[in-house]
């Protein structure tokens, strides 16, 4: 079945140390990509999104996600977390023939400690 | 706050009883979708409308549920005959016309079944 995956389930860091969240797909073809976040007791929130163009996408709050076609990842990044990052981050997909419904991975809960 | 609202925040219903949800989009977007997260789960399509036409449904967990989107601005969705495995978080999302509009989701109702 076509999914998206995200390896991670739980991660703990300490502030200042780098973040790389994985996520991969497996739908062929044209795809748009995001990565939601959801910080505790709010909302899901667009953290970034790519639909075509630089591979490299840059997001709110510092955080990018490149989009690698030949590895169906689009897996995201921040160079230094902060205690303010912690969260449950979310990948999705749509692929191109999908109308506007997004396909999510099942989450990474990142924990960062202060 | 102009985001998209959804009422309740929580119900809790008896396993047979039938529900209803509210969601309320943000007022100049003309889709809305629904999607139902479980404990440790990325959320899942469920269905989405564009104005008061409901373009997707095949996603409709069973034919007790149910949306509406009667005036092409809130929707509701409806579960007949709740069961246990019903229980989950219920999001809403709204966006403008437009491959590239982001979604943008609501608080979500929860839902126990007991």
């Known amino acids: 079945a076509q999914s998206v995956s995200q390896h991670n389930h739980h991660v703990i860091l300490s502030e200042a140390a780098s973040l790389e969240l994985g996520c991969n797909y497996s739908?062929?073809?044209?795809?748009?990509l995001f990565w939601y976040v959801q910080y505790p007791g709010q909302h899901l929130q667009l953290l970034l999104k790519?639909?075509?163009?630089?591979?490299l996408v840059k997001g709110i709050k510092g955080f990018e996600a490149e989009f690698i076609k030949s590895k169906f990842s689009f897996n995201l990044r921040k160079p230094s977390v902060q205690w303010s990052d912690t969260a449950e981050y979310f990948c999705?997909?749509?692929?191109?023939?999908?109308?506007?419904?997004?396909?999510f991975g099942g989450g990474t809960r990142l924990m960062v400690k202060p | 706050d102009t985001g998209v609202s959804q009422d309740p925040r929580h119900k809790i219903t008896k396993r047979g009883q039938n529900v209803t949800f509210r969601c309320d989009p943000i007022?100049?977007?003309?889709?809305l979708y629904w999607y139902r997260q479980t404990l440790g789960q990325g959320p899942e399509f469920l269905t989405y409308?564009?104005?008061?036409?409901?373009?997707?449904k095949s996603r409709l967990l069973s034919d007790r549920f149910s949306a509406e989107r009667p005036k092409g601005s809130f929707s509701t969705l409806e579960i007949q005959r709740t069961e246990q495995g019903d229980s989950a978080m219920y999001l809403c999302?709204?966006?403008?016309?437009?491959?590239?509009?982001?979604?943008?989701f609501g608080p979500g109702t929860r839902l126990t079944v007991t």
């Open positions: 999705a997909v749509i692929p191109n023939n999908a109308g506007n419904m997004l396909t």
């Open positions: 409308f564009q104005n008061e036409a409901q373009l997707e």
């Open positions: 739908y062929g073809g044209t795809v748009n």
């Open positions: 007022s100049e977007h003309n889709r």
């Open positions: 790519y639909f075509s163009g630089d591979p």
């Open positions: 999302a709204s966006s403008a016309t437009g491959a590239t509009a982001e979604q943008y």
